[in-house]
């Protein structure tokens, strides 16, 4: 493949991404294309992060290791989950003072990503068990050092080990298990090499799993496959609109690496589309059997079983569509549902998403390392997405060549509206709010 100028490889990475897709109730796919998709009147706050004119994002809190999902007390303490613990310690809550916020305690010598707060209890996960701790009156943890095990012994291949949780409001706690995998190969990730029959992988894995949010010591036998055909989700809100869960799909990798003569790099650093899935139960998202082409429409079945790049993967309509589709391999890792009213009208019911940031588009440009908004409708994504908060890589340089000073990971809303942003490189922590 030819070399190219930067700024071209970039406007038309950025043109082929800024593709949106919207699914009806039938699960129809409607397309919309815009050739940008960033917010067009905005301002660079002191943080460095530039948004929408109007808002600011400021930084309370800095170093404190690899921050990923987070959630915020009615009373405004900030519960964060650290990737791996950080002198012993995997779960931080920290409380706001004067624009800064200060560690008031820490807990659990546990890795992991998930934390939700829900009924009183505090909820956490390792890569292989979710956790609780019972709350006060002012949703202070009471005993750190006994919490319940809700869920134990879930699978950890050490890919895609992540366990992101959410919870409804009729009791039930949903898990991602990400497949241990990139697409179900008999061997992982080798050139040619052909998919598993049968996909082995999801029966404990490649899903989401429902379990009951208030029995402790559940194992696999106790829960429910909620959904099944979701590679990886890390990023997972419950819709309330519509009263259902909405998940982010981590899209396959590596499919020039793999079937060189089907797919040149391009096609590779644009393929397949990262999805929003709304997910119902018994919902079956397609991998590894296929993927979402942006630029088709439609699903793709994957080379490992059988496909060659424009073969329809789903003839028979047995995978649900996806409610919205976005450029490949940015990695969505937070997904927020903003319910305040601190934000303008055109903010509430819609979707945040954190995108962590590619890493697999080489010779193409790396994308990502920004939070972007998509509006929704009736509890339906509805027109065009767009960039909201940018500049956590620290410059387009930085963004191109994959080496982000910061990557966003975990999104919450606080009392007032304001919205929280983690960042899993450097241990910050974001406020962003909103003055006319």
């Given at each position: 493949?030819?070399n ?11 043109l ?16 919309t294309a815009?050739s940008?998709n960033?917010a067009?009147?905005t ?10 004119t ?20 009615p ?33 659990g ?7 939700y707060?829900?009924?009183g209890?505090?909820?956490t996960?390792?890569n292989e ?7 006060n ?6 005993d ?7 869920v ?6 050490n890919q ?13 706690l949903?898990?991602?298990i990400?497949?241990y ?11 040619g ?6 996909c082995p992988?999801?029966?404990s ?5 429902q ?9 696999y036998k106790?829960?429910?496959?909620y959904?099944?055909?979701?590679r ?8 309330k609109?519509?009263?259902q ?6 899209g ?11 797919f ?13 899935y709304?997910?119902k139960k ?7 059997y296929?993927?979402?082409?942006q ?7 994957a ?9 329809d ?12 589709a ?14 305040g009213?601190?934000?303008p009208?055109k ?13 697999n ?6 994308a990502?390392?920004?939070v972007v908004?998509?509006?929704f409708k ?8 767009e960039?909201f ?15 982000a ?6 999104l ?5 509206g304001?919205i ?8 910050t ?8």
């Amino acid at each position: 493949m030819k070399n190219r100028s930067f700024n071209f490889v970039l406007a038309t990475t950025v043109l082929a991404g800024s593709m949106l897709f919207n699914a009806c109730k039938s699960n129809e796919s409607k397309t919309t294309a815009d050739s940008t998709n960033t917010a067009s009147d905005t301002t660079k706050s002191p943080s460095g992060l530039t948004m929408p004119t109007g808002f600011n994002a400021a930084i309370i809190a800095e170093n404190l290791g690899g921050t990923r999902h987070i959630a915020v007390s009615p009373q405004g303490d900030i519960f964060v989950k650290l990737g791996k613990p950080k002198d012993g310690k995997g779960v931080l809550v920290l409380h706001e003072n004067n624009g800064k916020a200060e560690i008031k305690n820490s807990f659990g010598d546990y890795e992991g990503t998930g934390i939700y707060i829900k009924n009183g209890y505090l909820y956490t996960s390792s890569n292989e068990d979710v956790y609780r701790y019972k709350l006060n009156d002012k949703n202070e943890v009471i005993d750190a050092t006994k919490p319940e095990t809700v869920v134990k012994g879930l699978l950890n291949r050490n890919q895609h080990e992540a366990k992101a949780i959410v919870l409804d409001d009729a009791g039930n706690l949903y898990v991602n298990i990400g497949a241990y995998s990139n697409s179900c190969q008999i061997k992982d990730r080798e050139k040619g090499s052909l998919g598993q029959p049968g996909c082995p992988i999801l029966d404990s894995a490649g899903g989401i799993w429902q379990f009951k949010a208030d029995k402790l010591n559940q194992t696999y036998k106790d829960g429910v496959r909620y959904a099944t055909g979701l590679r990886n989700v890390v990023g997972m809100d419950w819709n309330k609109q519509d009263n259902q869960l909405f998940v982010m799909q981590h899209g396959r990798d590596a499919l020039h690496d793999i079937f060189p003569d089907m797919f040149d790099t391009k096609q590779s650093a644009n393929l397949p589309a990262e999805c929003m899935y709304a997910i119902k139960k018994g919902d079956n998202a397609g991998w590894p059997y296929i993927y979402y082409d942006q630029n088709q429409s439609k699903k793709i079945l994957a080379p490992e079983y059988g496909g060659d790049g424009k073969k329809d993967g789903d003839p028979t309509n047995k995978y649900i569509n996806p409610a919205a589709a976005y450029p490949a391999h940015l990695a969505p890792n937070g997904l927020l549902f903003y319910t305040g009213s601190q934000f303008p009208e055109k903010y509430k019911n819609g979707a945040f998403i954190a995108f962590h940031g590619s890493w697999n588009r080489a010779p193409e440009p790396q994308a990502g390392y920004y939070v972007v908004f998509q509006p929704f409708k009736d509890g339906k994504p509805d027109g065009k997405w767009e960039v909201f908060a940018d500049g956590f890589s620290g410059s387009a340089a930085n963004t191109a060549k994959g080496s982000a000073e910061r990557r966003p990971c975990g999104l919450a809303q606080g009392p007032d509206g304001s919205i929280y942003v983690t960042d899993d490189s450097k241990g910050t922590i974001y406020k962003i709010s909103y003055k006319k």
